[in-house]
C-alpha cells in the first residue's frame, strides 16, 4: 500500500515508518524535516500536500500540537493551538484526504492517553484528543468508498517521559504504540480508539 | 445557593429552571430572551455577565451551537461555530467562573450523548461534545476551593425529537435530563459525566 505519514521524524512518527516502512511504500510527510512538507494548522499546506503526493491507500498522522500547563494559566492562545493544530489539522486531514484515499483506504489519527486520563495541566490537551476520539467515531459512519477512519490513543511513551524527567516505568515503548497504527492499517477496524499501552 | 442557569429558555434550561427553581436562588440568562444576557461565544460578554451576577455558588450552563449535517457538508465555519461557541464557549465559562464561584461551589456544562454515540451527521457535534466531556475530567482535577466540574451528557430530549420530527420514543422526558443537573449541583460527584438518559 501507498501510506502518507505525517509527522515521520516525530518519536512515534519514526517507529511508525519502522514498524511499516519494509511492508508498504511509505511517504514521510513532517513539518520542516521531510522532503515533502505540510503544516496541518493550515488547509492550503494540507491540499499542497495531498496534490503532490497525489492518490494513496492510507494517511497516518502522528502529528499535532497542543499545550500543556495550569488551566489557570493557558491563554485563549494556548487552547487555539490545540484547536486549530492538533484538532482541526488532524480533522481536515480526514475531510481533504477524502478526495485521495483510494477505495478501502484508511486514515488514522493520534489522540492520546490524557483524553480519558487527564492529569493536571492536561486541561488544553484532554479537550483535543477527547474531540478527536468523538471526532473519529462519527466520521466512520459517514467515510464513502470503504475507507476507514479510526484514532490511535497512546500511553505516554517511555522515551518522551525521559525526556521529560518523568518516571519511564508508567510508559509504553514506541515500539508497542507503533504496532497499533500497524493494527489500524492493515485490519478491518473501523470507527475504534484504539488504546495503545 | 444562588445559582446562574445559562441558557435558561431553552428545552433543558427550562426544566432545568423548573427543577431547581423552588429548591435554589436562580438567575436565569439567556442569548437574548432573559433580563440578563450573555454570548458565550464571546468572553467579554461571559466577563460582563459575571460583573453584573457578582460571587455564585453555582453556574449551570445547558447553551451552545453546533451544526448538525453531512461530514462532506460541513464548512470551516460549520466546524468553528461548535468549536468557538458550544464547546470553548462553556470552557471560558469555566475559566472565568473560578474568578466569581464560591468556596465548595460548582459548574456543570452541557455534552451530548452524539460524544459517545454518533450517527450521520453528527461528525462536528460529536467533537465537541466529547470534547467537552475530555474538558470537564481533566478540568476537575485543578479547580480552585474544592470547586467542582461536571458534565451532563442528555440523551435525546423527547420534546427536541418531535421537533425535528424523529421517533420520540428513543428520546428521554426532559424532566429527567433535568435532574441529572440537580445530581451534580447538590451533590459531591467532580470530574464526572452524566449519562441522562
Known amino acids: 500500500m501507498k501510506v502518507i505519514v505525517i509527522g515521520a521524524t ?3 512518527g519514526r517507529a511508525i515508518v519502522q514498524a511499516i516502512g519494509n511492508r508498504h511504500d511509505v511517504i514521510p510527510v513532517s513539518f520542516s524535516k521531510s522532503v515533502i512538507r505540510v503544516d496541518i494548522a493550515d488547509r492550503a499546506s494540507i491540499a499542497k500536500m495531498f ?3 497525489g492518490r494513496v491507500d492510507a494517511v497516518i498522522s502522528a502529528s499535532g500540537l497542543a499545550k500543556f500547563g ?4 493557558l491563554t485563549d492562545a494556548d487552547f487555539a493551538l490545540g484547536l486549530n493544530n492538533k484538532l482541526m489539522g488532524q480533522v481536515n486531514l480526514v475531510r481533504s484526504g477524502m478526495d485521495y484515499i483510494n477505495d478501502n483506504g484508511s486514515i488514522t489519527l493520534t489522540s492520546g492517553i490524557l483524553s480519558r486520563k487527564p492529569m493536571p495541566g492536561s486541561t488544553a490537551i484532554s ?4 474531540a478527536l476520539e ?3 467515531r462519527a466520521a466512520a459512519l459517514e467515510t464513502p468508498r470503504n475507507i476507514r477512519i479510526n484514532i490511535v490513543s497512546p500511553n505516554w511513551v517511555v522515551d518522551t517521559l525521559k525526556a521529560f ?3 519511564p516505568s508508567i510508559g509504553t515503548p514506541v515500539e508497542v504504540v507503533a504496532r497499533a ?3 489500524a492499517l492493515e485490519g478491518s477496524i473501523n470507527g475504534e480508539v484504539l488504546d495503545a499501552i
Open 165 to 167: 524527567n518523568m518516571d
Open 70 to 73: 495550569p488551566m489557570s494559566s
Open 134 to 136: 468523538g471526532f473519529g
Open 127 to 130: 479537550l483535543v484528543n477527547s
Open 181 to 183: 497504527y500497524l493494527q
Open 10 to 12: 516525530g518519536t512515534i
Open 51 to 53: 496534490e503532490t503526493v
